[in-house]
């Protein structure tokens, strides 16, 4: 009789799960701890990203700060004044 215990909803063979590395994981585990903020992975500050949802949809921005929970600084050219606003990552592209 066929073992089957490792079927799942995936074809093919069940792969082993990756380790983490400890050190690396207790160092983010600290981060979070003390209240750091996490950037984004691919969003940097000065980088320039199109604003793709909102009232300023297809706007060029330049990212000036990242915020908490999920949201950044931006900056916007509005009659050729720099604005600063407040997006969600969701509401930006990167360029």
Not at 15 to 22: E, H, Y
Not at 39 to 49: L, R, Y
């Amino acid at each position: 009789m066929e073992d089957k215990s490792l079927e799942g909803n995936i074809s093919g063979p069940v792969l082993k799960p990756a380790q983490l590395n400890a050190e690396g994981l207790q160092r983010f585990v600290d981060r979070i701890a003390k209240g750091e903020i996490v950037e984004p992975v691919g969003i940097k500050i000065g980088q320039g990203v199109m604003v793709v949802d909102g009232p300023f949809a297809s706007f060029p921005a330049t990212v000036e700060r990242i915020l908490p929970d999920d949201r950044i600084a931006v900056s916007v050219s509005l009659f050729g004044r720099a604005s600063p606003i407040e997006l969600n990552i969701a509401q930006v592209q990167l360029l």
